[in-house]
């Protein structure tokens, strides 16, 4: 399974944007890129994917890097209610034998200042 | 729609004893995996569990042992606990098809095991 790497905490004000980094030097070229997050006492909660392009959505951003070996997960506005773990993890491309297996790391802990 | 349950929130046994935890998935999904979150570590896979039989499994001894029912709830065991064993036990669901196609897990809040 190939590894990610992401700082282990990051500090942000609030209302201000959070660039969240990850690593993954050794993707291969169908592993999708998934972030969860995890908020103080819950499970995790999915926040958004991709394979090669930039991805938006409702929660956050999602900037792919050309040679994949890098992501970044933006937050474009943080709030206090985004202070959490934040896993970026390598999913197996889609197809019958995915279990869909997550293999999270300890992720990166932001902390959001009001 | 009440999202992926677990039960008990807490539980509190001593080392050599059984434990048995409990999942409900999210309403329509059929395939429900589980994980181990020792503290300050992120969520380790245990297995996972589709039409009442184990799909696939993670790194983890024979002391841990799973149960789908036939409404997909499902059951995770542990055996002979050991004081390693304290942490806590998430649960996770989704649609096999969805799995396939690269869909996101729901997970539950989890049950803190306490192994004295």
């Known amino acids: 399974d190939a590894k990610t790497t992401q700082p282990n905490s990051m500090e942000s004000n609030e209302e201000e944007p959070v660039h969240l980094p990850c690593n993954h030097s050794?993707?291969?070229?169908?592993?999708?890129i998934h972030w969860y997050r995890q908020l103080p006492s819950q499970g995790p909660e999915y926040v958004i994917h991709?394979?090669?392009s930039n991805v938006n959505n409702r929660m956050a951003s999602l900037a792919i890097a050309e040679d994949r070996k890098s992501s970044t997960l933006i937050l474009h506005r943080a709030t206090l209610r985004d202070a959490a773990v934040y896993y970026c993890?390598?999913?197996?491309?889609?197809?019958?034998?995915?279990?869909?297996?997550?293999?999270f790391g300890q992720g990166t802990t932001l902390q959001v200042k009001p | 729609d009440a999202g992926v349950t677990q039960s008990p929130t807490h539980l509190i046994k001593t080392r050599g004893q059984q434990v048995t935890l409990r999942c409900s998935p999210k309403?329509?999904?059929?395939?429900v995996s589980w994980y181990q979150q020792a503290l300050g570590q992120g969520p380790q896979f245990i297995f996972q569990?589709?039409?009442?039989?184990?799909?696939q499994r993670g790194n983890f001894p024979d002391r841990f042992s799973g149960h789908q029912f036939p409404n997909y709830s499902s059951e995770l065991n542990v055996n002979a606990l050991l004081l390693g064993d304290s942490a806590l036990y998430l649960c996770?669901?989704?649609?096999?098809?969805?799995?396939?196609?690269?869909?996101?897990?729901?997970f539950g809040p989890g049950t803190r095991l306490t192994v004295l």
């Open positions: 309403s329509g999904h059929d395939t």
């Open positions: 993890i390598l999913r197996d491309p889609p197809g019958s034998g995915n279990t869909g297996k997550l293999i």
């Open positions: 996770a669901s989704s649609l096999l098809s969805g799995l396939a196609i690269g869909d996101t897990q729901y």
């Open positions: 569990y589709y039409e009442e039989e184990e799909r």
């Open positions: 991709g394979l090669t």
């Open positions: 050794t993707i291969s070229g169908t592993d999708y």
